[in-house]
């Protein structure tokens, strides 16, 4: 466990910080120590003689700031300071009186400022305990619309530690620095318009603190690549066959959207899964075969309207022959018997796309608890929705595992920071991404993706949940990939399928 993985709430950091200084480390020690680690970062990223403006707030991340101050002040940059609260914390206050000392301009009002080329935001961190109101909330936007680089120090003044949700206003950021242990709330959706680039400063909180407060194996985690490369199916044992690297079934497809089939087939054919097969209605067969030559095609009896109406498996095969299925993009709402004749195996299964809507009609939760295999779900916000409409999805991560644990399934809510958990509420959390992937079809590679790789690790001891934060983390890494190549508009679903190699080639 690296401390890039781990994820902590506010009420977790206070835990851990509280240890450190109960064992005997001083408060304004550590202090010092952060906040010498961002200068030395601010002092590379900005050049000699800029001016930096230094927002300070009441508690101790304005303390943190003052330090910033102080330093940048030493080290040849022009600085001032804005403070415009009436009462601080004792440190922060020693602080601040020791940086007008020096002789750095302090300012309490917006209007008396004068210009500056940065701006280095110590308003609040992990303290923020209520709304941002008045005079401090005018003073946010003013900087919001004066167009700085803006670097946060822990969090955006503003943000909400654990859910991420701006409360009130808040600063956005360019660059944030969180401090020792990632915060929630920078891995949650609605924060990403006002991080800006998140990077970890590490001050060396002792492991032992950390295991203590959050367990040996915490519950909330990142995915990095460490994780990944330890639940993709590599090397390939040298006697495997093609039966023992997994049979996939994909489901998917319809006459309105062929399309889906042949992404998500796309997405399994990348995976490296031994069989695939893909049933799809009759009619869109010939149009299979000639994408994936590889996969063995299964046209199906159709409804009218061209979706499939009843599975017919060739010869002896049964649903049973396979180790797992995937099923849903582009099936159409037509398909609901199959969608009940799936959830009725004994197969791990993976439901997306319409075979959510079709569960969301048939009652997600009684129906998902009858079932005694893996299931996964993976729906993006509006199926999320449709799914589970009395779960609240404004924290992400609270919304997964209650949804996790009241079906039994591994749930997977797509966007664009993914959350993951189990049904014990284990959650992973992919935090790099790019909304070049923000097109229709790219969950369809996806599905076809993680079918590929539950198939390949069908047999094996690795949690489901992480095979799914694989299949997460390698998608978003080709997309970014794709983007580098493309631009953030070439990104399409089909040349996306074409950089889930490359990303192994980068990184295995
Ligand atoms: N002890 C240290 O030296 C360390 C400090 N750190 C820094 O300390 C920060 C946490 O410090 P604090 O606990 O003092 O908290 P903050 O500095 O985040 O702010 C707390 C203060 O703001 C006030 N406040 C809260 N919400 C407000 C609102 N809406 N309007 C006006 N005032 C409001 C509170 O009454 C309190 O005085 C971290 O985020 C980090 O920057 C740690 O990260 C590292 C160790
Ligand atoms: N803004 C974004 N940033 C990063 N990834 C995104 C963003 N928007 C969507 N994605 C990803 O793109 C995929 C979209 O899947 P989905 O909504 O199911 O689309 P479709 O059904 O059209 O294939 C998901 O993997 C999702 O996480
Ligand atoms: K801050």
Known sequence: MTKEQI?????????????????????AALMEKVAGLISDRLQVIIPKGRCVGILVGPGHNGGDALVVARELHFRGYQVWIYQPFSKLKELTNQHFQYAQSLGIPCFQETDKLPSCDFLVDGLFGLGLEREITDSIAYAINYFNESNKQVFSIDLPSGLHTDTGAVLGTAIRATQTFC???????LLQEQALEYIGKPELIDFDIPLADIHTVLGEVPKIKRITQTTVIASLPLPRSPITHKYKSGHLLLICGSRRYAGSAILSGLGARASGVGMLSIAVPESVKTLLVSHLPEALIIGCPETETGAISHLQLPGKTHLSSFSVIACGPGLTQDSTPIVQQVIESQVPLILDADALNILAQIGTISTLQKRQTTTVLSPHTGEFHRLFPDISYTDRVKAVQTAAAQTGA??????????????????WINSESTPALARGGSGDVLTGLMGGLLAQTANKQTPIEDVVATATWWHSQAGILAAEERTELGVDAFSLTQYLMKVLQAFT
């Not at 977790?12 to 480390?25: H, K, P, S, T, W």
């Not at 401090?179 to 709330?185: C, I, N, S, T, V």
């Open 7 to 27: 994820v902590v709430t506010s009420a977790q950091m206070c835990d851990i910080e509280g240890r450190i200084f109960a064992a005997g480390m001083p408060v």
């Open 410 to 427: 591994v749930v997977l809510l797509k966007g664009a920071r993914t959350a993951i958990s189990n049904p014990q509420g284990v959650v």
């Open 179 to 185: 401090l020792g242990l990632w915060k929630q709330g």
